[in-house]
Structure formats: structure tokens, C-alpha cells
């Protein structure tokens, strides 16, 4: 018979693995966002809207999961500290979700149409900010600090793919006036990778907080 603190230990390893889980599914959407765009697939994108509504309820049962462990089970401090990083970790990976499904939605809007040029950057930043959640969620479940503050060199350098790309479609815009729109859209979809990437660090952050107690900007 395992005692309650094997249990316990038991229910916090389940929830991290619903974490992660959670997290794979915003990897796939972040995936598959972009590549609907890339390659004008709308049903592609659709799928990323309707994974986007798994990603919800996905919240929604991990949020309970973490009120039923601190009502139930009386964590100790680290436990306790471990839980509510937990909970705040699933409101980022909603938020990139969210950020994935706003990706799809300029595809369905761009459909049909030719783009400007065949992406690559944009790409690249969603690549590059896929790894930054995966080494987040990892970092979370390891307790690894070093792993976490890898993250502020991932985030300066999708930071730095931003400004190239912003640029690069700001000069289209001005010597193509027709472009605008299409332009704009992917100026917004660059946006959202950028913020993605943000929220990546947002898990890295709370990581080292957790790990250390220290209160690290990898942002700055």
C-alpha cells in the first residue's frame, strides 16, 4: 500500500504529464498554424481552430486538477509553490493557443490569393519558438534552471527575426501599395509568434522562481 506521500507524488508527476500534454498540443498548433499559411491550407487551418477548442477544456481540467491537490492533499511549501507555477504555466499555453488559432484565422482570410513570397522567416521564428515551449515545459518538469535560461538568447533571437521581418514588409508595403493587406496580415502573424515566444518565457521565468526564488526578466 503506498503512503500518502507517494500518492502525492504520484498525482503531481500525472499532472505535469497533463502539462506537457497541454503543451504538445500548443506545439502542433503553433506547427500547423504556420504551415496552413505557407502552403494556403484551410483545412489545415481549421483543424487548428477546432485543436484550439481541446486546448481550452484542457485547461479547464488541469485548472481542477490543481484546486483538487492543494484542497485534498495540504502540499508542503515546495509542493504547493510547484502546483500554482502549474496553474499559472496552462494560462500561457492557452494563451499561445489562442495566439496559433489567430494564425489560422489570417490564413482563411488570405485564402485564395497568392502570397507576397514564399514564407521563410516566419517559419523559422515558429520553429525556433516551438523549441522555447518545449524546453519550457521541460525545464518545469526537471526543475531545471539551466534549461530555462536558455531561453532568454531563443526569445532575443526571435526578437531579432521580428524586426527583420517587420522591416522587410514595411519597405514591400511602401513600394507596393497593393500588398498592403496581405502585408499587414502577415505583419500581425509575426506579431503573434513574437508574443508566443514571450509566453515561453513566461514558463522560464516562473521556473527559475521556482527552482531559486530569484525573479529573472528574460524579456528585457
Do not use: W
Request: proline fraction near 3%; include cysteine.
Amino acid at each position: 500500500m503506498s503512503s500518502p506521500r507517494q500518492s502525492f507524488d504520484q498525482a503531481l508527476k500525472e499532472l505535469q504529464q497533463e502539462i506537457l500534454r497541454m503543451g504538445s498540443l500548443v506545439e502542433q498548433g503553433i506547427h500547423n498554424a504556420v504551415h496552413s499559411l505557407a502552403a494556403q491550407d484551410v483545412n489545415l487551418a481549421d483543424s487548428v481552430i477546432e485543436g484550439d477548442r481541446l486546448i481550452d477544456r484542457m485547461e479547464l481540467e488541469i485548472e481542477n486538477t490543481c484546486l483538487k491537490l492543494i484542497a485534498t492533499q495540504q502540499p508542503m511549501a515546495k509542493d504547493l509553490r510547484k502546483i500554482s507555477t502549474g496553474f499559472k504555466i496552462i494560462t500561457d499555453l492557452e494563451r499561445m493557443g489562442d495566439l496559433a488559432k489567430d494564425i489560422a484565422k489570417v490564413t482563411k482570410r488570405l485564402a485564395g490569393g497568392f502570397l507576397i513570397k514564399p514564407l521563410v522567416d516566419i517559419p523559422r521564428m515558429a520553429a525556433l519558438t516551438q523549441h522555447m515551449v518545449k524546453d519550457g515545459l521541460d525545464a518545469y518538469v526537471k526543475g531545471d534552471v539551466e534549461l530555462a535560461l536558455t531561453l532568454k538568447d531563443k526569445d532575443d533571437e526571435v526578437d531579432h527575426i521580428y524586426s527583420e521581418v517587420f522591416r522587410e514588409l514595411l519597405q514591400n508595403m511602401l513600394g507596393n501599395p497593393v500588398i498592403v493587406t496581405q502585408a499587414t496580415y502577415l505583419l500581425f502573424v509575426s506579431r503573434y509568434i513574437e508574443r508566443i515566444a514571450d509566453h515561453a518565457t513566461n514558463i522560464a521565468e516562473r521556473v527559475i522562481y521556482l527552482e531559486t526564488g530569484e525573479r529573472p526578466d528574460l524579456n528585457d
